[in-house]
């Protein structure tokens, strides 16, 4: 089944993981920025950082037949540095233009600190100002309940926001609900340990449905597995799901979400 | 939607396993715990946040999963903007 993973960290992956991503079925991604496993220290390292997602990855995936989309920002685990995080935002405006930029992200909290949402506010301004679309990251383990709902309160505070254009990645059990009831889409991350896997994710669409619901493997630097999208196909065709509702969270979803940005010229593969 | 014996059938030995894994663990820290390595106050919160854990599975209703996710969060607060002064 052709599938689109849209939450993918592919400069921490090697191009044998593209080969073997094209083979499973992957034949777009999005990037969003993320944290490289240090703080940087210079608005220059971001503008460098930017120049790989917006055109190195994008040649390197292209070698596989696979679309390369990306997200920019400053995250939140670097947000803690107020005066950095808003050089990098001032900066980024020089690639919204970029062919395959589809927005800002992936913005959120990673502690739900006062920095960290002084810094997503200023994320926010950034997207209405110029129009993007917007990838929240939600935190991990024990923050995630509480930094969700902050986030919810932040975007919904807002009347600017349109949920429909925002996608709120890492929703688990106790979350994926009010995110959806809001009216916002909601990304189930295939990670190991620390978020879901693909036998819960099956356990969600099975339970809410496959509207504004994707699925991602957030493949990065860290213990996680690139192919973990195929793994959740297999895991609904095993428990007998129509491969109609698979395809819409795992394709048809992530194109629908994708095409409210104008730079999201996305050529489907031809089928005989 | 699989009938409730199929998936008891085909997850059987795969839940057996997850939960001997516990059992197991939590011999070891009983083991540590006799040979006279008490757990510092912070770990016994944890300890029994795995008692806690260990409730919500024998209990009854199809949320058991949400629930234990709710016993590991932090509780939210609504007036966090107010005591961030944000």
Request: glycine fraction near 4%; proline fraction near 4%; charge should be negative.
């Amino acid at each position: 089944m052709d599938y689109i993973d849209p939450h993918i960290h592919m400069v921490s992956r090697t191009t044998d993981d593209y080969a073997t991503l094209a083979r499973m079925g992957c034949v777009a991604m999005s990037e969003p920025a993320f944290w490289a496993g240090f703080d940087r220290r210079t608005v220059d390292g971001f503008r460098d950082y930017f120049h790989q997602l917006t055109d190195v990855e994008p040649k390197r995936a292209a070698q596989f037949g696979i679309q390369h989309f990306t997200w920019l920002c400053i995250n939140a685990k670097e947000a803690e540095n107020v005066s950095l995080s808003r050089e990098v935002i001032a900066m980024i405006p020089e690639f919204l233009d970029c062919p395959n930029v589809l927005g800002i992200g992936e913005i959120g909290l990673n502690k739900n600190t006062k920095n960290e949402a002084t810094v997503f506010l200023e994320h926010l301004e950034l997207a209405i100002k110029y129009d993007q679309q917007i990838l929240i990251h939600t935190p991990h383990l024990a923050d995630k309940y509480q930094g969700t709902r902050m986030i919810l309160d932040m975007l919904c505070d807002d009347s600017r926001i349109d949920p429909s254009r925002v996608l709120v990645d890492h929703v688990e059990e106790h979350t994926i609900a009010e995110v959806l009831d809001r009216g916002f889409w909601a990304g189930m991350t295939l990670y190991p340990v620390t978020k879901c896997t693909p036998d819960r994710a099956a356990d969600m669409i099975e339970k809410y449905g496959g509207e504004r619901l994707l699925a991602n493997s957030a493949g990065d630097w860290g213990p996680s597995k690139p192919t973990a999208v195929p793994d959740l196909i297999f895991e609904m065709r095993r428990r007998g799901n129509d491969d109609s509702l698979t395809r819409k969270v795992v394709y048809e979803n992530p194109v629908e979400f994708f095409s409210q940005s104008q730079d999201f010229n996305f050529v489907p593969r031809e089928i005989d | 939607m699989r009938a409730a014996s199929q998936i008891l059938t085909e997850s059987f030995l795969e839940v057996r396993a997850k939960l001997l894994e516990v059992a197991a663990t939590l011999d070891r820290i009983d083991r540590s715990l006799d040979a006279g390595s008490p757990l510092p106050n912070q770990d016994q919160v944890q300890r029994e946040q795995i008692d806690s854990a260990i409730e919500i599975l024998l209990s009854e209703g199809s949320d058991r999963a949400e629930r234990l996710q709710q016993l590991f969060s932090r509780q939210y607060e609504s007036d966090w903007r107010k005591q961030m002064d944000l």
